[in-house]
């Protein structure tokens, strides 16, 4: 039996049109002004967005070893509570994703509990300690998507090139967390104005920028696919610009975070204003936009990184880098750039669909005739606080409890089937 999804809206060429959606077997069948009721299942979703799935290429479900932070089911859950249908998982677990084991275990993990699709990313090198290379060929055929030391940077060079060297022969893209320990080490915000002020060691820019221009360089010498993480600094997205400009492979994600707030809207010391890379400054968050608008940032993720309440209590200086975006992405960035005039509907959710699954070579991510049905349906007018008790989450670390929002993702479909929809988690995949 088919789903028809009545009265939704879409984009087309810019413009919300009214459609009705056939799904058969999984796949969108037909997408037309009225589609006739034959015994499908309908859906009326009331004049409400329907867009292609979320993809979003970095986030931390922190299992195995940190299931008190989060679990493959919460972290799926929140997921699919966001509009997402498909997320990334970073390898920094304890053990870390650096053998086909622990790919192994995440993917069955997600095939019995995951309500949205999983895809895993290992490790550059073994435990992420920057010494020795993963067996990328095997973890390949295992299923991973890609090659990350996420959460701490590869230090030497030498060991980065031969790690490109290793991905590029695989075709996998190097994920890269860019950050120079001797600069970062001891910091917990942006060196700026905020830390001055608080008298707290800062991560300069330079730490990000500076890895940033070093594996440009290195994926030039190697031909790689060299995706930049949580870009953040102005100095790193002029790198990138010059990169693409020589006709590298080089591309770049954002974060909500870094788009919306600067170190100077920290307020207190609440360390659920930590995240690594940290706020930065006007001029930064500036860049930032700019190179979303013009290409030279491709994707926006969410850098998704539960905490416990306990670990966030232990103030600035002290608690764990990270913030969970999952749930409040797409309504933060339809509110304060859609509607603020920055970027267009059909921009941001171009870099939230489409514009993953062509870097890294994933099927979803169209709405169009024959595509998999993997779906979110958007109300774009209630206005909504967020509050992070209503998460699925395990993690409440956001800097943007209370903030009033529109756009929030009221049904999730993954491969055809309604998994999620407001408050219900309906089944896993």
């Not at 049109?17 to 979703?45: F, M, P, T």
């Not at 979320?54 to 986030?59: A, E, S, T």
């Not at 090198?125 to 020795?132: A, H």
């Not at 994707?299 to 999952?326: C, N, Q, S």
Request: a negative charge; glycine letters at 10%; aromatic letters at 4%.
């Amino acid at each position: 039996m088919g789903i028809l999804i009545k009265n939704g809206k879409i984009l087309d060429n810019g413009e919300l049109v009214q459609r009705d959606i056939l799904i058969i077997d999984n796949v969108i069948s037909k997408i037309a002004e009225q589609i006739e009721d034959q015994g499908y299942k309908e859906i009326d979703v009331k004049g409400k967005l329907v867009s292609a799935g979320f993809i979003d290429m970095h986030v931390h479900l922190r299992e195995p070893g940190f299931e008190a932070k989060e679990t493959i089911a919460t972290g799926t859950a929140a997921a699919a509570r966001g509009g997402y249908t498909a997320v990334a998982c970073m390898p920094n677990t304890k053990p870390v994703t650096d053998r086909v084991e622990v790919v192994k275990y995440i993917k069955d993990k997600a095939a019995k509990e995951g309500v949205v699709r999983v895809l895993p990313i290992g490790s550059i090198t073994l435990r992420e300690l920057g010494d020795e290379l993963t067996d990328m060929a095997a973890m390949k055929e295992a299923g991973i998507v890609g090659v990350s030391d996420d959460g701490v940077g590869v230090q030497s060079s030498r060991m980065m090139k031969e790690g490109m060297k290793r991905a590029a022969e695989l075709g996998l893209p190097v994920i890269a967390h860019c950050e120079d320990d001797t600069l970062a080490k001891g910091g917990s915000v942006h060196e700026g104005i905020f830390a001055e002020k608080n008298g707290l060691k800062g991560i300069p820019n330079e730490a990000e920028s500076i890895h940033v221009a070093r594996d440009i360089m290195l994926a030039e010498a190697t031909g790689v696919h060299y995706h930049v993480c949580h870009i953040s600094a102005e100095q790193s997205v002029r790198h990138v610009r010059y990169a693409k400009q020589l006709g590298l492979k080089v591309t770049s994600e954002v974060c909500p975070h870094h788009l919306l707030l600067t170190d100077e809207d920290i307020p207190s010391l609440d360390s659920n204003y930590k995240m690594n890379p940290p706020l930065r400054s006007k001029k930064d968050r500036e860049a930032l936009i700019q190179g979303l608008k013009d290409g030279t940032i491709d994707i926006i993720v969410t850098d998704h990184a539960p905490h416990t309440e306990e670990e966030k209590k232990k103030g600035m200086a002290l608690a764990p880098f990270g913030i969970v975006g999952l749930e409040t992405a797409f309504p933060l960035l339809y509110t304060h750039l859609v509607l603020g005039g920055e970027f267009t509907l059909e921009e941001i959710i171009e870099k939230m669909t489409r514009k993953p699954a062509e870097l890294f070579g994933l099927p979803w991510g169209r709405l169009e005739e024959g595509a998999e049905a993997d779906l979110t349906i958007i109300d774009l007018e209630t206005e909504r606080e967020v509050n992070p008790q209503e998460f699925a989450s395990k993690g409440k670390n956001t800097p943007f409890t209370g903030w009033k929002l529109k756009g929030w993702p009221v049904m999730t479909v993954v491969a055809g089937s309604v998994v999620w929809k407001r408050d219900e988690v309906l089944k896993t995949v």
